[in-house]
């Protein structure tokens, strides 16, 4: 339950439409999720620069950003993961609101967080997806990039997910990527593939008749 | 101290730069601090609303948009309000790192706190504005625009800035704006006249020659 009162709802002069027409494109937040090794975050780090490259505004959160600045509060207990994830869907949700497309690479192990957070969006009328970052623990093991499964099969790391630690995988996915079985290319056409077929990218906010400009030009003239 | 530790720092492909590029402006914090009943939000949404106008993009962070989102965990008391402010000024941090003006309004009496804000920013190379918005406590409180001046004088609100809650004026704000003595039209000319002068305004950031879109039409030819 909220501690703070005396608090009304966000009422400034610009709406979330306003802004959007401004970027010209609408945000979504595209919510990667998967063990550590998955490919989390190579998939989101390539899709950002393709995005960019595209002149499509993206902003990704990333354990490494956000677990160094705003969460560095927070450690792996069950309940600093939640709080984490929470603030993290917070955050995604301000960007959607100016119009980025948000890609979030965080291995969010429970269902009901992901759950929350979609909830968090569409009962703001705002956009979002999860995208399970499908990949068997064997090879997310043998991949092993940051060498954190070693340490943990040591004991050297506590709860870590999918040693010791559970991992809740989705059961509905918007889009299930297989990344022991495909290529990092394969995965960016499809994830880019399925980005074009829910208008997130490849239709342009703006309509004319309707716009700030337009209005602007109006006033002035 | 963090307590998240095997976190390495952000390295995505796409660098501040690059995202700025896109935006074609560069981010700034400006940072409102006042009492209750100043005037911070009444002068950050007419700012937000005279930006977006000169299609600028920036992005109205707010008490009333904080409070009931990110942190709704958080209450009024010393710990709690310090944590609100350290949240704001991370999250204001990763706006800065995508380019948006980030317009702040909130109260943080605090000076170590405001401090805390602008080392946050300056470390990381990101400018930060504290903008104080001096308005005095009699004609504050006889504005009372939320009436919760009467109900702390009734003892119906504890921990209220100004009452039974310290304020810290700002000792070397960036700009003042007295609020007792100026009228909204002349406080919104001195900003925008203040961050033009900073060249936080007015100042496009792109460099033809070495922009994103040049070298993608290098790539292209």
């Given at each position: 339950m909220p501690k703070a009162t005396n608090i009304k709802p966000y009422a400034g002069l610009v709406s979330i439409e306003d802004r959007c027409k401004l970027l010209n494109q609408k945000g979504a937040t595209i919510w990667f999720t998967g063990?550590?090794?998955?490919?989390k975050s190579t998939i989101a780090t390539t899709l950002e620069k393709a995005l960019l490259e595209q002149e499509i505004f993206s902003y990704l959160l990333d354990s490494d950003n956000v677990r160094t600045g705003?969460?560095?509060?927070?450690?792996?207990s069950e309940k600093d993961r939640k709080e984490n994830i929470r603030r993290i869907g917070e955050i995604a949700k301000l960007f959607v609101e100016v119009g980025f497309i948000v890609l979030s690479s965080f291995i969010s192990p429970y269902k009901v967080d992901r759950d929350n957070l979609r909830r968090l969006h569409e009962d703001a009328n705002l956009r979002f997806f999860e995208v399970f970052v499908d990949c068997s623990l064997v090879e997310a093991e043998r991949r092993d990039p940051k060498g954190l499964y070693r340490k943990a099969r040591k004991g050297?790391?506590?709860?870590f997910t999918g040693i010791d630690h559970p991992y809740e995988a989705p059961?509905?996915?918007?889009l299930i990527l297989r990344t022991d079985q495909l290529t990092l290319e394969e995965e960016i056409a499809m994830v880019l593939s399925y980005l074009k077929s829910k208008e997130?990218?490849?239709?342009?906010?703006?309509n004319p008749s309707n716009s700030l400009n337009t209005q602007a030009d109006k006033v002035r003239s």
């Open positions: 063990i550590s090794g998955s490919g705003i969460n560095q509060d927070l450690g792996f050297e790391i506590k709860g059961v509905s996915a918007d997130v990218i490849g239709s342009q906010y703006l």
